[in-house]
């Protein structure tokens, strides 16, 4: 099973700064990594997959990079609405699919 | 536009059983691959079960392997999740997802979930 590990767990940010979000996979997965946004009472948000495509209607300020065991979800200015935990997937090798256990973006 | 509602949760004894069932609207149900995830109360994310657009393939996490049964009835659109013998470790949020179509397997659509309470 392949583990996924995302840092910071939490990250202090003010909106229009820009976040840097980690994930680290324990062995290789190409490019088939996704990220979701999830708010509180809502289900998961697809925002990248392939590590750098959007997927419809994600705003260019979301921005996926990386391959192989390290990648980089970046928000280049934050909005209000950004605030919330994202996850990445490594969807290379499955079953299972496996997520990272989060990152919360919250405002400083 | 693409929907999906869950349904069927509740508090259940551990031991007991559970219904899960997942409404999917807004698309050809029938064309797609179709996930169950979990995630415990302030935990992260965890698959659960994976079934195939025609129903031929299943595949289970080994967590819950022998205990829950994935199901669907492309007629009605319906995704199921049956779970016996539950324990107190599947309380949780229980999530259905959309496979993507084609040859990669990310999921790109997810209902908001129902909470499954697992306790005496």
């Known amino acids: 099973e392949i583990v996924m590990t995302q840092s910071p767990a939490t990250l202090s940010v003010s909106p229009g700064e820009r976040a840097t979000l980690s994930c680290r996979a324990s062995q290789s997965v190409g490019t088939y990594l996704a990220w979701f946004q999830q708010k509180p009472g809502q289900g998961p948000r697809l925002l990248i997959y392939?590590?750098?495509t959007r997927a419809t209607g994600i705003p260019a300020r979301f921005s996926g990079s990386g391959s192989g065991t390290e990648f980089t979800l970046t928000i280049s200015s934050l909005q209000s609405e950004d605030f919330a935990v994202y996850f990445c997937?490594?969807?290379?090798?499955?079953?299972?699919?496996?997520f990272g256990q989060g990152t919360k973006v919250e405002i400083k | 536009q693409v929907q999906l509602v869950e349904s069927g949760g509740g508090v259940v004894q551990p031991g007991g059983s559970l219904r899960l069932s997942c409404a999917a609207s807004?698309?050809?149900?029938?064309?797609?691959?179709m996930h169950w995830v979990r995630q415990a109360p302030g935990k992260g994310l965890e698959w659960v079960a994976v079934?195939?657009?025609?129903?031929?393939?299943?595949y289970y996490a080994d967590s819950v392997k022998g205990r829950f049964t994935i199901s669907r009835d492309n007629s009605k659109n319906m995704l199921y999740l049956q779970m016996d013998s539950l324990r107190a470790e599947d309380t949780a949020v229980y999530h259905c997802a959309r496979n993507s179509l084609g040859y990669t397997h990310f999921f790109d659509s997810w209902g908001q979930g129902t909470l499954v309470t697992v306790s005496p």
């Open positions: 079934i195939w657009f025609d129903g031929s393939s299943k």
């Open positions: 807004g698309f050809t149900f029938n064309k797609y691959p």
């Open positions: 997937q490594q969807y290379d090798n499955w079953p299972p699919w496996t």
């Open positions: 392939g590590a750098s």
